[in-house]
């Protein structure tokens, strides 16, 4: 057995057993990092179902794992019960500005052809920059000892605006390198 696969056998089993002694507080960080990415790419993935409004229960989904994972690293008791009011009541403040383009990508898939090419593209970006901010900011109030009892949106309303934009960067990086070298062409092709 190699060193890499004796990691991820680690990873997997602290993944599912809850918060493994074994793991320091940084490489419980380092672990809680690399799901968050994980599941950033699958937050972007769902943005290409072409399902309007089921995607959106996709992505939602796809986040309340996430959140079960960064719980169980943290040893955190997971209760979906708590966690989707907690998800709802940070995103919905977001709604009306940041957020409304993933539900307007999602309804243009209703227009066949354009719509859903146009709408999965902004979908998968806006998606994974989501899932990213939501992330982040369970790390840091997990990091700091909190619960999804002692979760508090307003207190982290402002972090959770910062780290959406820097999902938006890391999105940008996750995607596929022919799409980025494409998207990177346009203006190019726009110019001559």
Do not use: W
Not at 79 to 86: E, N, S
Request: with cysteine.
């Amino acid at each position: 057995m190699t060193a890499d696969s004796d990691q991820n056998t680690a990873h997997a089993q602290a993944e599912a057993n809850g918060a493994d002694a074994d793991l320091s507080p940084e490489q419980c960080h380092a672990e809680a990092e690399r799901l968050v990415r994980k599941y950033t790419f699958g937050g972007m993935s769902v943005g290409l179902v072409p399902i309007p409004l089921v995607d959106l229960a996709a992505l939602v989904a796809v986040q309340l794992k996430m959140l079960h994972g960064l719980a169980g690293l943290y040893g955190i008791d997971f209760k979906a019960d708590l966690v989707r009011p907690a998800i709802g009541s940070l995103v919905g403040g977001l709604l009306p500005t940041a957020l409304s383009p993933s539900l307007a990508a999602s309804l243009g898939k209703l227009i066949p052809g354009a719509g859903q090419v146009l709408g999965a593209g902004t979908q998968v970006a806006v998606n994974g920059a989501a899932t990213y901010a939501l992330g982040k900011v369970f790390i840091q109030h997990f990091a700091a000892g909190g619960t999804f009892l002692t979760f508090d949106p307003e207190v982290v309303r402002g972090y959770f605006e910062a780290q959406l934009k820097e999902g938006r960067q890391v999105a940008e990086e996750l995607k596929p390198k022919g799409r980025r070298r494409a998207a990177a062409k346009q203006p190019e092709t726009g110019a001559s």
